[in-house]
């Protein structure tokens, strides 16, 4: 099974008299062409910014950076977390949200508050921006998009 080589580009520049999008834009067009010369056939992903931005849920690389600072999640709080952002504004069933529980058993589908248990670690681990996450009583979990959280996603290939 071959992989296609995958490159994940941030590109914040602050004071650096960069005026506009469009110059952000240009620079990181430019980023890509210089790797699909050096690595044919990479796939791009592209965050564009020209302050920094507090958190980044980068699913490509499957990382979350806070602040500068990568967040330690374990897979099946990724996996939560990616299903959400995914979604924006979409209430997840927690029934879902157990599928992706690799460690869970029949008795934790009935029973169990495994999901609830990782939301509460996602929350705790993503600090400030743990609100991002909001509860449906009843039914499941929904993110709510905030203007500091940035989602990388892919990102097709620009024509010229």
Same mark, same amino acid.
């Given at each position: 099974?071959?992989?296609?080589?995958?490159?994940?580009?941030?590109?914040?520049?602050?004071?650096?008299?960069?005026?506009?999008?469009?110059?952000?834009?240009?620079?990181?067009?430019?980023?890509?062409?210089?790797?699909?010369?050096?690595?044919?056939?990479?796939?791009?992903?592209?965050?564009?910014?020209s302050t920094p931005v507090p958190l980044v849920i980068d699913l490509p690389a499957r990382d979350v950076i806070l602040d500068s600072s990568r967040v330690p999640l374990s897979h099946t709080e990724f996996e939560i977390?990616?299903?959400?952002? $995914?979604?924006?504004? /979409?209430? &997840?069933?927690? +029934?879902?949200? =157990?599928?992706?529980?690799?460690?869970?058993?029949? %008795?934790?589908?009935? $029973?169990?508050?495994? /999901?609830? &248990?990782?939301? +509460?670690?996602? =929350?705790?681990?993503?600090?400030?921006?743990?609100? %991002?996450?909001?509860?449906?009583?009843?039914?499941?979990?929904?993110?709510?998009?905030?203007?500091?959280?940035?989602?990388?996603?892919?990102?097709?290939?620009?024509?010229?």
């Amino acid at each position: 099974m071959s992989t296609t080589p995958e490159l994940v580009l941030v590109v914040q520049l602050s004071n650096t008299g960069v005026r506009s999008s469009t110059d952000l834009a240009a620079l990181a067009d430019a980023l890509r062409e210089t790797a699909q010369d050096l690595v044919p056939g990479v796939s791009t992903h592209t965050l564009l910014s020209s302050t920094p931005v507090p958190l980044v849920i980068d699913l490509p690389a499957r990382d979350v950076i806070l602040d500068s600072s990568r967040v330690p999640l374990s897979h099946t709080e990724f996996e939560i977390l990616s299903r959400l952002v $995914r979604r924006p504004r /979409v209430v &997840v069933s927690r +029934s879902v949200l =157990r599928e992706l529980d690799p460690a869970s058993s029949d %008795i934790d589908h009935r $029973r169990g508050r495994s /999901v609830d &248990v990782h939301v +509460s670690r996602i =929350r705790t681990k993503l600090g400030r921006f743990g609100q %991002i996450i909001t509860t449906v009583r009843g039914t499941g979990y929904r993110f709510d998009p905030d203007p500091g959280v940035h989602i990388v996603e892919p990102l097709t290939r620009r024509s010229a």
